[in-house]
């Protein structure tokens, strides 16, 4: 196993993961929005605000109907198809453990000798006078 999480390799399939990851936490987040919609909906007694309240609730179902197509375009989400979604919520908790294991900070942070010399280092921008 490579244990330089600097190097560019590390990164593979990773803009993959995050997008799904962002997504998911979108349609989780949308979902809240609906509910919390929904609820200031029933507990609103002016007209007015519940006419405002109705018509966010339509946009954020709209909102959360258009996230999870685009997730199930992607297969990022398997809402109908559960033991594919299993393997998938299997597969990002693997990830996440594996992360988690990483020595993200190593004891010894020291990039020294993988650097040019800065210019004052070099006898440049001194006053030699």
């Known amino acids: 196993m490579n244990n330089d999480y600097q190097d560019p390799i590390n990164s593979l399939h990773m803009p993959e993961l995050a997008d799904m990851t962002f997504a998911m936490d979108f349609l989780i987040r949308a979902k809240e929005g609906v509910r919390n919609t929904a609820f200031a909906l029933t507990e609103t007694v002016s007209q007015e605000a519940r006419a405002v309240l109705r018509k966010q609730l339509h946009q ?5 109907q258009e996230i999870a197509e685009l997730m199930i375009r992607k297969k990022w989400f398997h809402p109908y198809e559960l033991n594919e979604q299993y393997q998938l919520d299997q597969l990002s908790a693997w990830n996440t453990i594996k992360i988690g294991q ?21 006898g440049m921008g001194r006053d030699n006078a």
Do not use: V, Y
């Open 102 to 122: 990483m020595n993200l900070f190593p004891g010894d942070t020291s990039r020294k000798g993988m650097f040019d010399q800065a210019p004052d280092e070099q």
């Open 60 to 64: 954020a179902i709209a909102l959360h």
